[in-house]
């Protein structure tokens, strides 16, 4: 088939068959192309984006004032440590480019906190001649986090000199996302009647609930390899990785606060890492 190809295009396609049966016939011309297995050890941080609709809980003898939904943003930054474990294989296009496919599993304690300490005022009517004061100081604490991330990414490498190699890789990242939200209120009030104005006993509220769903993202990730004696590669690597952070509602059926308090976002993180690679 690669007869009626011009050269260049002819190299791509014997790569990609290469790939296909798990290639290394390439290794003798470039001294990166093969199987490959290692670690890494690093860390980094992680930075947070969390919308928050938040359902006050405001009521008169009971009645939930779950209408009213007041957003919050958080966005912030929290430092995180990783270990990794990868693995591929790649084939040599030329003498310098090669190509290949690259799975990685790595630990990462990555997690968002949530912490909001709003206070509400607002007044609700009974007709004409009476209305209710009220006051609900809530506090909303709980936190979004990751263990692992496991990606599968196409890997192009370049090689400066037959010992020094620099890489790009993309591809989708999956994980476990967790999460935990807990909201308590209190509500002191005082109904205003022909002139008179007289406290209402003071309402207490609280709801917790957590999750996990399976988050789907991506990570990109650029570095470099050095030969060591052979068959030993130093590495080092920066990654970005994104995943959207499904949405975490509190409770589920409304039932507290006469609705759900409802956070979804984004986590990023940000990664630098070392480690040895083996080259079969």
């Known amino acids: 088939m ?49 919308d928050l609709n938040l359902i006050p809980f405001h009521s008169n003898a009971g009645i939930n004032g779950g209408n009213l939904s007041v957003p919050f943003r958080q966005s912030g930054s929290t430092g995180t440590p990783s270990l990794g474990f990868f693995g591929g294989g790649s084939v040599g296009i ?39 004061d009220y006051t609900s100081t809530n506090n909303v604490s709980g936190r979004v986090w990751l263990d692992w991330i496991a990606t599968v990414k196409l890997r192009v490498g370049y090689n400066l000199n ?65 030969r060591l004696a052979s068959p030993l590669s130093l590495r080092g690597e920066v990654a970005f990785t994104r995943f959207h952070v499904p949405a975490i509602t509190n409770p589920p059926d409304g039932s507290v606060f006469g609705g759900s308090d409802d956070a979804a976002g984004s986590l990023s993180l940000i990664t630098a890492a070392i480690g040895l690679v083996y080259r079969f």
């Open 2 to 50: 690669t007869a009626f190809l011009p050269t260049q295009y002819s190299r791509i396609v014997c790569a990609i068959l290469g790939l296909l049966r798990f290639g290394s016939a390439d290794a003798a011309d470039n001294p990166f192309a093969g199987w490959h297995i290692g670690g890494t050890i690093g860390g980094g941080y992680v930075a947070r984006q969390i």
């Open 94 to 132: 030329t003498d310098r480019l090669t190509l290949g496919l690259e799975g990685d599993w790595n630990w990462q304690h990555s997690q968002a906190a949530i912490q909001l300490s709003p206070t509400l005022s607002g007044q609700q009517r009974s007709g004409t001649a009476s209305f209710i």
């Open 162 to 226: 037959p010992n020094i190699q620099i890489f790009a890789s993309a591809g989708p990242a999956v994980t476990q996302m967790r999460s935990a939200l807990s909201h308590s209120a209190v509500v002191t009030s005082e109904v205003f009647f022909l002139g008179t104005r007289t406290p209402l006993p003071t309402r207490l509220a609280s709801a917790s609930f957590s999750d996990r769903k399976t988050a789907i993202g991506f990570r990109l990730t650029g570095g470099a390899e050095y």
